[in-house]
């Protein structure tokens, strides 16, 4: 079936450690998006990509890396320099040029800085 | 189950009783409006999306209404069943998103239906 994977589902890290989070899509989707969603808080925008090897920062982009070297992958980095990294994470995509704002979710990943 | 539903606004309603999830937008540009489901653990799910030269599009046991006027959405469920137990959120998608589906989301509503 055609979706969206997120791995892993769970992810502990200890302070000033880097960590990938993975998200793969089988949709033939060019745009792909990185939110992060807090307890009580909508989705805010880390980082997007329309096309493979271009991507641009989101709301929220301090403290986060992507790259986008296949259209089917676009793994974020969480690196040390993000302060409150705590959070749920999702992978979306989107169809091209179809602006209306249905957006495609994985199953999201959860990181806990111990 | 997950914990980003946390402090959020809930709206508990019987089986079988109508829904009504509102939701107050803040950009008189956006082009798109839309509602997401989300499941606890899950990533949320698109329900439906009307556009702004519209006031009302009907789906499957679902009705969204737009008034531009005060900025207003609300996300109507007919016969709630427990299966729509979820969080649900509005997001607006800006004229200015370029092609991407840059979405500005809402803080969402707990919606708990009770047999």
């Known amino acids: 079936d055609g979706g969206i994977t997120q791995s892993p589902k769970y992810l502990f890290r200890k302070e000033g450690q880097n960590v990938t989070l993975s998200c793969e899509q089988n949709?033939?989707?060019?745009?792909m998006y990185w939110y992060r969603q807090d307890p009580g808080q909508g989705l805010r925008l880390i980082y997007y990509s329309q096309i493979v090897n271009d991507f641009q920062k989101g709301d929220i982009a301090e403290g986060y890396s992507v790259s986008r070297e296949k259209k089917e992958s676009f793994p974020l980095t969480v690196t040390s320099a993000q302060k409150n990294p705590t959070a749920f994470y999702l992978c979306?995509?989107?169809?091209?040029?179809?602006?209306?704002?249905?957006?495609?979710f994985g199953e999201g990943s959860r990181l806990t800085v111990l | 189950g997950e914990s980003v539903g946390l402090h959020l606004p809930t709206l508990s309603v019987q089986e079988g009783d109508n829904s009504i999830i509102n939701c107050a937008y803040s950009?008189?540009?956006?082009?798109?409006f839309i509602w997401y489901k989300q499941e606890s653990g899950k990533g949320p799910q698109f329900i439906i999306d009307?556009?702004?030269?519209?006031d009302k599009r009907q789906g499957q046991r679902v009705t969204v209404l737009l008034n531009k006027t005060v900025k207003h959405l609300s996300l109507q469920i007919a016969a709630t069943q427990p299966g729509d137990s979820a969080v649900y959120f509005c997001?607006?998608?800006?004229?200015?998103?370029?092609?991407?589906?840059?979405?500005?989301f809402g803080a969402g509503t707990r919606l708990a239906v009770h047999p």
């Open positions: 997001a607006e998608n800006p004229l200015f998103s370029g092609g991407y589906n840059k979405l500005i």
């Open positions: 949709l033939n989707h060019d745009a």
């Open positions: 009307i556009r702004s030269n519209m």
């Open positions: 950009n008189s540009a956006s082009d798109y």
């Open positions: 979306a995509s989107s169809t091209p040029g179809r602006g209306t704002g249905e957006l495609f």
